[in-house]
């Protein structure tokens, strides 16, 4: 059965460091998402994507976020400048487009991201 | 409350017994699905039922909705120990956007 995929299992990055968390959707998915948990916490929506834009974004997705479709395949968050309480499970999700399915949205195993 | 917040917190059961858990949210939906978690890892989808669906049934699974009190159960019967996780519901809006809006959820624990 397709899944979503999503590398590194744990990120462990100094305050004011880069990350990138990667994510490969299911193959025929056309929308995209980034949620993200913090410890003992509900699960929060950052973004949303499709046609290679931005289709709607939380509070919490401020400059320093930001997403890409580098290729065919691959989904990226990018976190430029990392802060204390970036630390969280970040989930990617996936849609399909077909009618009766396509508002299931299928979760990755998450990438725990630790900012010392 | 806000949007999305199920009761119980936490739910201890024998194996065997029956498992009910509540969501109730505020703004109107395009459906409500529920996902379990185990600690520390992803989230699997169990189940979605949309705005104008009143109950749904999914193998041990049986979700509900009654939208004029804009509130959803899960009902797990027959438990075993293997179902122990964190269970959510999420909502979808009207309209275009496709976020989904997650409650608390329910830790269920589920004992020999």
């Known amino acids: 059965e397709p899944e979503v995929t999503q590398t590194p299992s744990h990120q462990v990055t100094q305050m004011g460091q880069e990350v990138i968390l990667r994510c490969v959707p299911i193959?025929?998915?056309?929308?995209f998402y980034w949620y993200r948990q913090i410890l003992g916490q509900k699960v929060e929506f950052l973004v949303s994507f499709y046609n290679n834009e931005i289709s709607e974004k939380s509070e919490i997705f401020d400059d320093q976020f930001s997403v890409e479709r580098p290729d065919g395949s691959n989904f990226t968050l990018k976190i430029r400048s990392t802060k204390l309480e970036d630390s969280a499970m970040y989930f990617c999700?996936?849609?399909?487009?077909?009618?009766?399915?396509?508002?299931?949205?299928?979760f990755g195993p998450g990438t725990r991201l630790t900012v010392l | 409350s806000q949007q999305g917040e199920e009761d119980p917190q936490a739910l201890s059961i024998q194996e065997g017994e029956n498992a009910t858990m509540n969501c109730s949210y505020k703004t109107s939906i395009n459906n409500l699905q529920w996902y379990r978690q185990n600690s520390g890892r992803g989230l699997v989808h169990l189940i979605l039922?949309?705005?104008?669906?009143r109950e749904k049934h999914s193998g041990r699974l049986r979700v509900t909705l009654d939208t004029s009190k804009k509130s959803s159960s899960l009902l797990i019967t027959a438990s075993r120990a293997a179902d122990t996780a964190s269970y959510f519901c999420?909502?979808?809006?009207?309209?275009?956007?496709?976020?989904?809006?997650f409650g608390t959820g329910t830790r269920l624990q589920v004992t020999l």
């Open positions: 039922i949309r705005s104008n669906e």
């Open positions: 193959s025929n998915h056309l929308y």
């Open positions: 999700a996936s849609r399909a487009r077909e009618a009766g399915i396509a508002d299931t949205q299928y």
């Open positions: 999420a909502t979808r809006g009207t309209g275009t956007a496709s976020k989904l809006t």
